[in-house]
């Protein structure tokens, strides 16, 4: 027999009346409701977690700042990093700074190697009767390669040891009429690799790690470096030799020079890596490099999350997907490289081909209310071929009779870029462009400071707005 509940309720109360149960509501009934009800507060309790969970992530990427590196290969993007990392987290820097002593050991002995290949090549493509006197090299040259043959195994060694996977050939030359750069080929380790590298063998646990696996190697790549170093700096220092390497057009390194003239430094025992050793060694990463930054010390400043991303042609199809919500983005455009080819593609001019990519940029509508930052980077570079007589017009036609002076070749170059922003972009925006050397930390550093300021004065005012 089934017992009937009565309930008293408010009259008064219209909330009261509807959210009241029928009078004559059996006790099964009131089962069931509540059964219900209780069902009803428990999806209404997912949805405000999940709500929560939302307005969570939601004020979390508000409060962040991300930033894309862009720039094609070699325009100094992983450089740009480093500065960021060594200004603005300078505690993990040194950390990981002697990590890098295989790196550096690797980038010096491929310099050495790049200039004994080209000497071979010299001697093997030679013809005595041909050649005069000023470029034939005789058995006193053949000793060097002798010497130094064991080089070939320590650039082996030192592969492996940072987990290198292959080597990357460049590209041949596809026309009679186009010279490409010939050197050694290129290779790369992966991101998460290095990281892991990283890892175990920065602070503390370095020195238990490393006398177990890399110290060994190191050191006794050290001792060959050492053993030979005076032969390095002979063939390095040699005016046939540097002849020799022009008229090949053989391909070093960038930071080629730095390393080779530091060897006496490099090839100790006891040799610590410093903060230009690091910027200038330079290893190739495939996939994504990403970094989070506390640029501020400000407790409510923004974080800062910053993407560096390939930059070869083959790895371009990667930057799509990195431009959602993207706050800002760095382009560097290598400024030197007016006489230069890709290597992926002899036919390709370097300065064309980062403003190809530049107009890319300012054309996106995904990237239309980013704030676009511009490094002209390599003026170090710049001026060195300018002060050696290199013709800009040579190479850049439309340069026409302006003075070959390095300061007009950047005003010049500045505000081509400049325009391409103001008839590229789909609204009105701002860009900031800066001339830079990246290897030089002091301006670097000034720089860094005048670019933080900037994209966190548009970030906060663009908040504001919404």
């Keep these: 027999m089934a017992f009937s509940v009565v309930f008293h309720h408010d009259t008064t109360d219209p909330l009261a009346v509807i959210s009241a149960p029928p009078p004559d509501e059996s006790s099964h009934e009131r089962a069931a409701r509540e059964e219900r009800e209780n069902e009803a507060q428990r999806i209404s309790d997912l949805i405000d977690d999940e709500i929560r969970a939302e307005r969570a992530v939601r004020k979390k990427e508000e409060n962040t700042v991300k930033i894309l590196l862009l720039g094609q290969s070699e325009s100094g993007k992983s450089t740009t990093l480093k500065n960021f990392r060594m200004r603005f987290a300078r505690d993990r820097w040194i950390e990981e700074r002697a990590s890098w002593r295989a790196v550096i050991l690797l980038n010096l002995v491929r310099s050495a190697n790049t200039i004994l290949d080209a000497l071979s090549q010299e001697m093997d493509d030679a013809d005595p009767d041909e050649l005069d006197d000023a470029f034939k090299f005789d058995d006193y040259y ?43 080929p290129e290779f790369f380790v992966r991101s998460r690799t290095w990281r892991n590298f990283l890892q175990a063998t920065r602070g503390p646990e370095f020195s238990r790690h490393s006398f177990q696996q890399d110290l060994p190697t190191l050191l006794d790549s050290t001792d060959v470096i050492a053993k030979g170093k005076d032969d390095i700096k002979a063939l390095w220092e040699d005016s046939r030799i540097q002849a020799m390497l ?26 610590e890596p410093t903060d230009d050793d690091v910027l200038r060694a330079r290893l190739r990463t495939l996939d994504i490099q990403e970094h989070e930054l506390i640029v501020d010390d400000e407790t409510d400043a923004p974080k800062w999350k910053i993407f560096d991303v390939g930059g070869s042609r083959t790895q371009r199809h990667a930057w799509l997907p990195y431009f959602d919500q993207v706050n800002a983005v760095i382009f560097l455009a290598p400024i030197s490289c007016f006489d230069e080819r890709l290597v992926e593609d002899p036919r390709v001019n370097r300065l064309e081909d980062s403003f190809i990519l530049w107009k890319a940029i300012c054309s996106s509508k995904l990237l239309s209310r980013t704030i676009l930052v511009l490094f002209l980077n390599k003026m170090d570079i710049l001026e060195e071929k300018i002060r050696h007589g290199v013709m800009v017009k040579r190479f850049l036609p439309s340069y026409g009779d302006r003075p070959n002076v390095t300061n007009d070749v950047v005003k010049y170059l500045r505000q081509k870029f400049k325009d391409t922003v103001r008839y590229c972009s789909p609204e009105p925006r701002v860009c900031h462009i800066y001339p830079t050397s990246v290897i030089d930390t002091k301006s670097m550093s000034v720089t860094l400071i005048s670019v933080r300021d900037g994209i966190l004065r548009e970030h906060l005012k663009r908040a504001d707005l919404f």
């Excluded at 008229?247 to 530091?262: N, W, Y």
Aim: aromatic share 8%.
């Design 246 to 271: 022009w008229r090949r057009r053989t391909r070093l390194e960038d930071s080629a020079g730095f390393f080779l003239d530091s060897i006496d430094r490099l090839s100790a025992r006891d040799y």
């Design 142 to 184: 053949r000793q060097y390669k002798v010497r130094l043959n064991p080089l070939q195994a320590i650039e082996s060694n030192l592969k492996c040891l940072l987990g290198a996977t292959e080597d990357i050939q460049p590209r041949k030359q596809t026309s009679p009429t186009t010279i490409a750069p010939t050197g050694s």
